[in-house]
């Protein structure tokens, strides 16, 4: 089976960075498989070429071509272009390695801790926003699944703050008194 993105199939490296404007390491990097293709790319080329993205971007014979699923390592791709960062700059942002960021780029499924890293480095200066990127990694990532319709509270998002700081025991005690509220609440 060949997977190669059928667009490359199609046209030449060469003749797309023209067309595009994107670079031709971008392209081989997209070429090869090890990075995704990005909505901008996507959008630039459908708009370059005058053709819809059905066209340009699905193969023509679809066992020809394994489609890679949005995930974490297309969110992180798409900022990553989005803010003009290379792999060491990123890297320097979070906290992480640039081969670090490559591999999840590349598919690899990073840890939780990993996925906080990348929420406090791209979410923003608010707790909540940073929560609610730090959630939306973590469904991207397959750790858990969406709850449609549900926030994070300032309330809540406090508390988590403040769980961060606490010890084991620390912990233990909260959970208790969280349980101990709950039954309260249900006698009522």
Known sequence: MNNQHPLFIKYTREWLHQVTGYSKEYLSRVATGKMLLSRSFIERACFKFGLPK???????????????????????????????????????????????????????????????????????????ERLALEDRLLILADYRTSRPGEEVSQQLAQLMDKGEQLNEPQLKMMVRFADFLIEIEGQE
């Open 54 to 128: 059905e066209e340009l971007f699905l193969p023509d014979d679809p066992s020809d071509y394994d489609p890679v699923e949005q995930g974490l390592g297309q969110w992180l791709a798409e900022r990553c272009e989005r803010e003009h960062l290379s792999l060491r700059k990123a890297g320097a942002k979070t906290g992480l390695s640039g081969a670090a960021i490559g591999d999840i780029i590349r598919g690899s499924r990073p840890l939780p801790e990993t996925i906080r890293k990348l929420a406090k480095a791209f979410g923003g200066d608010g707790t909540n």
